[in-house]
């Protein structure tokens, strides 16, 4: 298109070549050597139709200055041996070496290729020839050769489509040229770093592609951390779970004397309290970056602490219906089951979870590991369960011993008054087993590091709902209502009434 460009320009021009006019035979060699012969053989022949711009296609005998030669050297060189033996021509092939073909090696005309631009496809984007021919006057020549690059520079605007600028790639048009495409941008994960890009690359499965898709860029890695909003709330409320219970012991521990703390076992009461305060410290271990050691330690801190807490609650529970039954007359139950049968009842449950942590560490452990399918974009940062069965033997066991509790609990809540404890361990059972039921589906629904929320959420709600329940009223009476903290209130009907 420029060489034609270029053509038409000379020949409309007055100044070039008045009276002149250039012409030009365009074949297409498709490739081949043999085509290519041909094609050169007919161009020196001398009758050609050649094709002047702005006039009629005449007959007359072709003056051939040059050649300008196609994409491939195979072609070139055999057109260049026919020529040889023909006429004498200035050859140009496509990397721009010159080829003479006369007797003393002086070509009686000169072609200077100025500019050469090849695509990635071989098509060539223009091709700037300068002229001067030894039959024209030197000012002909010097104003030819000086105005060619000026021509050049003013090539129409091609009817083809514009480049496809990186991050994007080439569709062809159904039914048009090849020239003519769709700029596509590359989708998700995908990147195209230069320009008429044919295809898109698949970033690394660590990378992600970048808003302009020409480039990818290393994930982000996600975790739940300290320092983001959600992660500071549950650590705020973990610290306030634990500081709270330490006041409940410490209330419960300055007044252990008196009737209210002495009627509701007090031994099991510290310990069930210490357990609380393990259990909302182990939700600290679901915070911060994933490590070897913490993946094994959160989940058994958190399964082993919880059996330990539901196996106080439920030797509270036992206690409540074996008091009841020693009140029968002829009934020596409590001998069976006295403070040390409570706290070996409470060892043997808590027993029975540690084996079950120690075999599922054995066999196959929780480890940290790099989630790179559930985001497109990030890298989750999680601790993957290792044995699946250790994980459900643990919430499992938890679920059965809390189960357990709640129907003991349910089955003593209307005893006389001053064993009404068993209706507060009911609130707690009940708030328990909710919680953890409606835990499991939005834990498995949860993506990345919501899935790490929902859990610390869930331990935070059942341990609050534990402490609320069984020690807020006992609290409440002891400071607040000091006269009623008496045996006599207790095995009257006021404590049913104020508890």
Not at 100 to 107: A, K, Q, S, V
Not at 219 to 224: G, H, I, T, V
Not at 393 to 404: E, N
């Amino acid at each position: 298109m420029a060489m034609l460009f270029a053509i038409e320009e000379i020949n409309n021009s007055t100044d070039l070549l008045p009276g002149i006019s250039l012409g030009y035979n365009i074949y297409d060699t498709c490739g081949s050597t043999a085509r290519s012969v041909g094609v050169a053989l007919a161009l020196t022949n001398g009758n050609e139709a050649v094709s002047v711009p702005s006039e009629a296609p005449c007959i007359r005998s072709t003056q051939v200055q040059a050649i300008i030669g196609e994409t491939s050297s195979s072609p070139c060189m055999a057109v260049a041996t026919i020529l040889q033996h023909v006429r004498k021509n200035h050859f140009i092939t496509k990397e721009g070496d010159e080829v003479y073909f006369n007797e003393n090696g002086d070509p009686p005309a000169k072609y200077e290729i100025i500019n050469w631009q090849p695509t990635e496809n071989g098509v060539v984007d223009f091709v700037t020839v300068g002229l001067y021919d030894a039959s024209l006057p030197a000012d002909k020549q010097l104003n030819l050769k000086n105005n060619a690059d000026i021509f050049f520079l003013q090539v129409p605007v091609s009817v083809c489509s514009e480049k496809c600028p990186p991050g994007t790639r080439k569709v062809l048009q159904k039914g048009k040229p090849v020239c003519c495409y769709d700029c596509i941008r590359c989708a998700e994960g995908e990147i195209s770093n230069i320009t008429d890009s044919i295809t898109c690359v698949q970033c690394q499965p660590e990378f992600w592609s970048n808003d302009r898709r020409d480039a990818c860029v290393k994930k982000q890695a996600e975790y739940l951390s300290y320092e983001e909003i959600m992660g500071a709330l549950l650590t705020a409320a973990s610290l306030f779970g634990t500081c709270m219970t330490a006041v409940v012991a410490f209330i419960f521990f300055r007044y252990r004397k008196t009737p209210i703390v002495r009627a509701n076992n007090s031994k099991l009461s510290f310990l069930l309290l210490f357990s609380l305060i393990l259990c909302f410290l182990c939700s600290l271990t679901f915070i911060g970056r994933p490590s070897e050691w913490s993946c094994m330690l959160r989940h058994t801190a958190f399964g082993i602490t919880f059996v330990l807490c539901i196996s106080c609650v439920l030797g509270k529970t036992m206690v409540v219906l074996m008091a009841f039954r020693a009140s029968l007359p002829g009934s020596n139950v409590m001998k069976w089951f006295g403070p040390t049968q409570q706290r070996l009842s409470v060892l043997a449950f808590t027993l029975i979870q540690v084996v079950i942590c120690i075999l599922w560490l054995t066999i196959s452990p929780p480890f940290p590991f790099r989630n790179l399918k559930e985001l497109k974009d990030k890298i989750i940062l999680e601790c993957a369960l290792g044995s699946t069965v250790g994980f459900w033997a643990v919430l499992g066991y938890i679920g059965l011993l809390a189960s357990f509790c709640f129907i003991l609990a349910f089955l003593a809540r209307k005893l006389p008054d001053n064993f009404n404890e068993a209706k507060f361990i009911t609130f707690s059972m009940l708030i328990f087993c909710a919680v953890w039921i409606t835990f499991i589906p939005a834990y498995v629904s949860s993506p990345g590091k919501f899935s790490v929320a929902v859990e610390i959420f869930a331990i935070l709600a059942s341990s609050f709902g534990l402490l609320v329940c069984i020690f807020i009223p006992k609290c409440y009476i002891i400071l607040l209502k000091p006269e009623k903290n008496t045996k006599k209130n207790m095995m009257g009907r006021g404590a049913q009434n104020t508890l």
